[in-house]
């Protein structure tokens, strides 16, 4: 019902800057929370932030004040942005829509150290 692109992923040096985007499409009238997700090999995903509908947002504790989620309801994407990133930043992003469960597929950031 819902599909999902992520983009913007890569390699950066460590104090570099990032901006992942999601592109949302399909039955999306429903959907109210979406957000970022991480995964490093071996470790189960975790949250890195959320964002619902009406621009309530929620972070890890680790990317507190260095990312910010946003979200353009209008054109259907939610974007995150990272900043001062560190090499245990490195891992596979997913964005997730939270009413139908969907995952993207997944986008590669590598921090260099």
């Known amino acids: 019902q819902v599909q999902l692109v992520e983009s913007g992923g890569g390699l950066v040096q460590a104090g570099g800057s990032l901006r992942l985007s999601c592109a949302a499409s399909?039955?999306?009238?429903?959907?109210?929370?979406m957000g970022w997700y991480r995964q490093t090999p071996g470790k189960q995903r975790e949250l890195v932030a959320t964002i619902s509908r009406d621009g309530s947002t929620n972070y890890a504790d680790s990317v507190k004040g260095r990312f910010t989620i946003s979200r353009d309801n209008a054109k259907n994407t939610v974007s995150l942005q990272m900043n001062s990133l560190k090499p245990e930043d490195s891992a596979v992003y997913y964005c997730r829509e939270n009413t139908y469960g969907t995952w993207g597929q997944g986008t590669q950031v590598t921090v260099s150290s």
């Open positions: 399909g039955s999306l009238f429903r959907v109210n929370t």
